[in-house]
């Protein structure tokens, strides 16, 4: 026997109480007394998560014989001083249905090995096998296994032993159990799987073309070989969901069933291309952050908060390229990309926090803010994922611009993967900013002090006028406006409406108040997020009219809303003020050079 060994196994013992044993065995402990671990977070989505508090029970034991175990803090066990091989035995609490934990019931299991295996101190880098073993019961017969980890006995998508290459590689790769729906396709000489748990009516061969075609493309974005054997896009399908999280050769994807494509659908509905901007950013963080990372993350550190100020890049990037990559692909028009581009602008310049925060330090504050937003952080803060990738789009037109378009963002990525990426060095905090004045020649202190070190706005303006883009502004018809086109004449003469300055949502049907925005009347009048509008001048208004009955009211009128904030019922008076231009809408203009450097950026007319 190879006294190193570290084994786990994993079963289902009680699917009706969401309860998995996860088990692992060191033949060889620390004789002083082995130390094992939880991780307090998943790599990916920075908030401490604190899995240890769904475990429900722990024993250590070596054969038959029970070992004291002690709880130094929070996440950490240790078993006495014992010479032979020890075992520790969790009963683990499995309810959480997201791309983050665990779940288990009657139809399926998945999990993330954050949330399930314990870490052997001392003992991390070390090859690992786990079992993955079946729930009892014949109505579980039908269930397999979709995974990207590597089968070691295992039959392809069957229960049996896989095995790590160490603790990391082994809570990197997570695991669906049931009756899932697998297709398969190659891209980049790679497997790619694609295993959809929950009810659904997709249409297989148009998602399994349509992922193909997407993952080709950033293949070659960054050039073959692919950075994995084999990948595996794990899909939840639920009635109303949204979230993905990503690994180093798999993906886990929570989605609405009705955003996947379906048969006859003659062209992406708005649902579908939401799913494949979703896979096409995580897929892209298969390079970057998962490879391309800070140097705070390498290596990462499970117990605490690690710091970086660079997620503006690693994943404001990424959602520059997820639908940048998808109109390079064919899979998204270039007309549905400017829409998409003008309603982020638009999201990020309704937003007053940009004023306050700079993306560096809304990077660093993800574990306090961003992944524990509250009612005050369109006041307080701005989003790196939102401001990042506009931070992405402007400084790829600012390169191609003085370069005459001979280098780009393109560039600058590949080069990150080649530096960093291929060779696990981490990129320090200043890494991004001098590798992109390596790679292009262009001096950009300044772009980078604006943009990423202060409030400033970014020059989108001047920067999309250089791919032949035109931004309009004019005021929003109401707080739901998703109208992204060029507006007419007449309509912008129409779009004289009033603001409160509130963001609302429903609750049992009525008006909650899930926002109030600085500077609103709203806020003037005493609104506070919570309140639930119930009427408006003695009249009931719903989530469904609420909007038409603001409508018809002109700037400066008063009006009087009744409203219940927790039980008390309060009479406020509001005055109108007129709703400001804070709406934009990208459109192309005739320009010949904006049309070539377009052409040139997109890869499509």
């Not at 995580?282 to 605490?304: G, M, Q, S």
Request: aromatic share 10%; charged share 25%; glycine share 8%.
């Amino acid at each position: 026997m190879n006294e190193s060994r570290i084994l786990y196994s994993i079963v289902p013992t009680n699917p009706e109480a969401h309860l998995f044993e996860v088990r692992c065995t060191v033949d060889n402990p620390d004789p002083r007394g082995q130390t094992f671990s939880l991780p307090t977070w998943i790599p990916g989505s920075y908030l401490i998560r604190e899995f240890a508090k769904h475990v429900v029970r722990i024993r250590a034991h070596s054969g038959r014989k029970l070992l004291r175990l002690v709880k130094p803090d929070k996440n950490t066990w240790q078993v006495e001083p014992f010479e032979g091989p020890v075992t520790l035995t969790m009963e683990v609490y499995a309810w959480d249905l997201s791309v983050r934990g665990a779940h288990l019931d009657t139809t399926h299991a998945f999990f993330n090995g954050p949330a399930v295996f314990l870490q052997v101190e001392g003992r991390v880098d070390e090859p690992v096998e786990v079992e993955i073993l079946p729930p009892k019961g014949a109505k579980y017969r039908n269930w397999g296994v979709a995974t990207a980890m590597r089968r070691k006995g295992a039959r392809p998508y069957l229960f049996g032993t896989y095995e790590a290459a160490d603790y990391d590689e082994l809570i990197d790769h997570p695991v669906e159990m049931g009756t899932f729906e697998l297709a398969t396709f190659r891209a980049g000489g790679v497997q790619h799987d694609i295993a959809i748990t929950g009810r659904h009516r997709a249409d297989m061969r148009r998602l399994t073309k349509d992922l193909k075609t997407l993952c080709e493309t950033q293949i070659a974005f960054f050039g073959t070989p692919a950075p994995m054997d084999r990948y595996v896009f794990l899909v939840t399908a639920v009635g109303d969901g949204y979230g993905g999280l990503e690994h180093r050769a798999s993906t886990a994807l929570i989605c609405a069933r009705n955003d996947l494509p379906h048969e006859g659908m003659d062209k992406p509905s708005g649902g579908y291309r939401t799913f494949l901007g979703l896979a096409s950013h995580e897929y892209f963080h298969t390079w970057n952050v998962k490879r391309i990372k800070p140097a705070a993350f390498t290596p990462y550190d499970l117990d605490r908060e690690n710091y970086t100020t660079l997620l503006w890049a690693f994943e404001g990037f990424t959602s520059y390229y997820d639908d940048l990559l998808l109109v390079r692909s064919g899979l998204m028009p270039r007309g549905t990309y400017l829409e998409t581009l003008g309603r982020n602008i638009t999201t990020l310049l309704r937003t007053s926090g940009r004023k306050k925060q700079t993306v560096a330090e809304s990077s660093f504050d993800a574990w306090i803010k961003y992944y524990r937003s509250d009612e005050n952080m369109p006041n307080a803060g701005v989003s790196y994922y939102g401001k990042g990738s506009l931070i992405g789009l402007s400084l790829d037109l600012m390169i191609r611009n003085q370069t005459g378009g001979r280098k780009s963002l393109d560039d600058v990525m590949r080069a990150l993967w080649k530096r960093y990426g291929m060779t696990g060095i981490g990129v320090p905090e200043d890494g991004i900013e001098k590798i992109a004045e390596q790679v292009t020649g262009v001096k950009l202190k300044r772009f980078f002090d604006q943009a990423v070190r202060s409030t400033a706005d970014l020059p989108l303006q001047k920067l999309l006028d250089t791919v032949g883009v035109d931004m309009v502004l004019r005021p929003a018809r109401s707080g739901v406006d998703r109208r992204e086109r060029k507006p007419t004449r007449a309509e912008l003469a129409a779009d004289r409406g009033v603001a409160l300055g509130i963001r609302t949502g429903s609750e049992g049907g009525n008006v909650r108040i899930t926002h109030v925005l600085d500077g609103g009347t709203a806020q003037q009048a005493g609104l506070s997020s919570g309140d639930v509008v119930i009427a408006m001048d003695g009249l009931r208004v719903t989530l469904d009219n609420f909007e038409t009955q603001l409508s018809r009211y002109k700037a400066g009128q008063i009006i009087t809303l009744h409203t219940f904030r927790r039980d008390e019922l309060h009479v406020v008076n509001v005055t109108l003020a007129a709703a400001r231009p804070d709406a934009w809408s990208l459109t192309v203009n005739d320009d010949p050079a904006g049309a070539r450097n377009r052409k040139r950026w997109l890869h499509t007319d």
